[in-house]
């Protein structure tokens, strides 16, 4: 019986490969699967918000209907980041079934190709993330380009004996060099210090070329990368600045750095990705406008500019806001808390549903978005007190209290310090210390932390029940 299933299941897949109609075909064997798409042709903003998106339920089979170019897409599901190649006329097909992927059409040698081609992109970003990676202990510059030439060749070999096309091969043997040379100035920035980082891997750093003239490169999601970490390793390494001197400017400094780097349509991407990018992760940098103002001085027909404008507006009037609401309260206390409990200990009596938050965390900022809409649902709130706990540092003391009047944060707000923060990783954090944010806790009218995972604002019936339970 096992044995039938496993044919029929292998049947099902390749009968829907080879015998779909024209276009993209997209099936997930898991659902409701969300997917979004865009051409990644070095013109499109990454993860922009307004990508077509489809859903597929289980089983079910759709067909996106992509641009008639030779062109890259990426696709985004929850599970996956893929990317498609695409060409004028041609059937492809894509299955996804538990974590493997299934290719058929016209394309399908260049989407096998692509999906090795992630191997070894993954290969280069997990320097960054693993310990283990082959090359973390490897500090010699002779050792390092013996190794990534192995690989390098690996991955030229593999594309060459694939039945694709010239102009792909180019492409794609672009892309792997800018992969490599973006691993490069990884190797370098962790030397940063180390008297590994010899007069060698400077001389290496000053003869490379990173490819910043070609059009082609931005179609790379290592261009991007590649030039902030270019900017880093030229200003820190090479020419020796203080990384302090940044400050909370970190974009005014890349954009400054791209200006010098870069000239025509890269400059124009690369600048718009960099305030898109502030956008899209809800830093609010208070240099943004200024910048965007910069931007469409030197480009003041930039296609980005629609996108990027109401952004930018938003960001200016959080900056320029003359709060004048007398239900925010910022805490001050009279004597440093020494415990949790002596930090809510102006509230006894009272039950507290407490947000753990920060202006670094995106999906706090989302949450705090909807905040106040939230609790005017909530039909107990008038019962409870709503303390904000910021674990943010002295340095975003603006941006904190400007995020808060913006967002009509109405309750009780407190910016820990050194010593509560502490008390706070303390309490909240798991065996290592190591706290996730967003993070909601109620505490009861004992002072006792009842709910120390307490539903989010968002989801109104859940804190109703939550907070009732504790009103009686």
């Not at 659902?31 to 798409?37: L, N, V």
């Not at 299955?95 to 260049?110: E, Q, T, V």
């Not at 065996?431 to 307490?454: C, H, M, Q, W």
Request: neutral net charge; glycine residues 2%.
């Amino acid at each position: 019986m096992k044995k039938y299933l496993t044919f029929s299941l292998f049947l099902s897949i390749t009968t829907l490969i080879y015998s779909q109609p024209q276009k993209l075909i997209v099936k997930a064997d898991n659902g409701p699967t969300e997917f979004r798409y865009w051409a990644s042709d070095g013109k499109q903003l990454p993860f922009y918000d307004l990508s077509p998106t489809i859903t597929l339920n289980q089983g079910e089979v759709k067909t996106i209907h992509l641009s008639s170019d030779a062109i890259l897409y990426k696709i985004v599901s929850e599970r996956k980041v893929l990317t498609i190649y695409a060409t004028a006329n041609c059937t492809d097909t894509v299955y996804l079934h538990r974590d493997s992927l299934f290719f058929g059409g016209d394309n399908k040698p260049y989407n096998l190709y692509l999906t090795e081609a992630e191997k070894a992109d993954k290969y280069c970003r997990d320097y960054s993330r693993s310990r283990n990676h082959p090359l973390s202990k490897v500090n010699s510059l002779a050792e390092f380009k013996a190794m990534v030439s192995s690989r390098k060749a690996e991955d030229y070999n593999l594309l060459k004996n694939k039945a694709v096309a010239t102009g792909f091969i180019q492409q794609q043997s672009l892309f792997a060099d800018l992969r490599y040379k973006a691993l490069f100035l990884k190797k370098m920035i962790s030397l940063y210090k180390s008297p590994d980082l010899t007069q060698e891997w400077i001389e290496e750093f000053k003869n490379t070329d990173f490819h910043f003239a070609d059009e082609t490169s931005r179609q790379s999601e290592w261009f991007r990368e590649i030039l902030e970490d270019y900017a880093c390793t030229k200003s820190f390494i090479i020419e020796k600045r203080n990384p302090t001197e940044v400050g909370d400017t970190i974009n005014t400094f890349l954009f400054n750095n791209y200006c010098n780097i870069l000239s025509g349509n890269n400059l124009e991407y690369a600048t718009a990705c960099l305030l898109y990018n502030d956008i899209f992760q809800k830093e609010y940098s208070k240099d943004t406008p200024a910048l965007y103002s910069r931007f469409i001085t030197l480009f003041p027909n930039s296609p980005y500019s629609e996108i990027l404008a109401p952004e930018i507006e938003k960001i200016a009037a959080l900056y320029n806001q003359n709060p004048e609401n007398n239900k925010i309260h910022i805490i001050n206390y009279d004597t440093e808390p020494e415990s949790f409990a002596d930090m809510i200990t102006p509230f006894a009596g009272k039950v507290i549903y407490i947000d753990i938050w920060a202006t670094t965390c995106a999906p706090c900022l989302q949450a705090l978005a909807e905040a106040d809409k939230a609790k005017q649902k909530i039909s107990c709130s008038d019962d409870v007190i709503f303390l904000y706990l910021s674990v943010d540092r002295d340095r975003a003391h603006e941006k904190w209290e400007k995020i808060i009047n913006h967002y009509n944060l109405e309750g009780y707000h407190y910016r820990v310090n050194e010593h509560t923060a502490q008390i706070i990783y303390t309490t909240f954090g798991d065996s290592r210390g190591v706290l996730s944010i967003p993070r909601y806790v109620i505490v009861d009218k004992n002072g006792k932390i009842a709910f120390t995972n307490a539903a989010p604002l968002a989801d109104t019936p859940k804190v109703t029940e939550q907070l009732k339970t504790l009103l009686k």
